[in-house]
């Protein structure tokens, strides 16, 4: 037991460290001019250990997205069914901003040094806004397909992916995460009270 606990412990590092160097890599020299060999260089793994915990480089890039939504995913499931989507999101950003920071400030270096990579999505990140798009659409008291729903679920994903490219040692970042949520509150309250009946 204790074997497979340091073997486990042993693979968590490596993942981590093969992630680590990639983003590095990505932010400083570009995802396109970084290879799978130099990533297992700066991690000081052999090249065929990458594919075992990132089987594509795009699996490399977007492992922070991935995580951030396995994240989301775990908070919507243990969520309270009181908890609105505007509480359950503030405590996500604020997780992101500020427990998961250096993560996120790598991050957003690799989207820096290539923008396209900041459209992408993932298995995982899709699944997390469905998840979040069917907890409101319960909010609202819509179907989840229903256009306010869409609209207002849009609305909402664009200022949390604003909220998350905000350096989180800005001065002004609670003001701007106060108003971040003010609006994503008042389009909530907004479409429940356009909601007939």
């Avoid at 400083?28 to 970084?34: K, L, M, P, S, V």
């Avoid at 990132?54 to 969520?79: I, Q």
């Avoid at 994903?157 to 995460?177: K, Q, S």
């Amino acid at each position: 037991m204790v074997e497979t606990s340091l073997r486990e412990r042993s693979r968590v590092r490596r993942r981590a460290a093969i992630e680590r160097a990639a983003m590095q890599l990505f932010a400083e020299r570009g995802y396109d001019a970084t290879t799978i060999a130099d990533v297992a260089a700066a991690a000081e793994v052999a090249p065929r250990t990458v594919p075992t915990y990132f089987p594509t480089k795009l699996d490399l890039a977007m492992a922070y997205n991935d995580a951030a939504a396995g994240r989301l995913m775990a908070m919507l499931r243990a969520a309270d069914e009181r908890d609105t989507v505007v509480e359950l999101l503030v405590r996500f950003v604020e997780h992101e901003l500020f427990e998961e920071a250096g993560p996120l400030a790598l991050q957003q270096a690799v989207h820096q040094r290539n923008p396209g990579l900041r459209g992408a999505t993932t298995e995982a990140g899709t699944q997390a806004n469905r998840m979040m798009k069917a907890r409101l659409a319960r909010e609202l008291g819509r179907e989840p397909d229903d256009v306010v729903v869409t609209l207002v679920g849009a609305s909402v994903e664009g200022v949390v992916r604003a909220l998350l490219t905000l350096d989180p040692g800005r001065e002004d970042l609670p003001e701007l995460f106060r108003v971040a949520v003010g609006l994503l509150d008042s389009w909530v309250q907004g479409a429940i009270r356009a909601t007939p009946g």
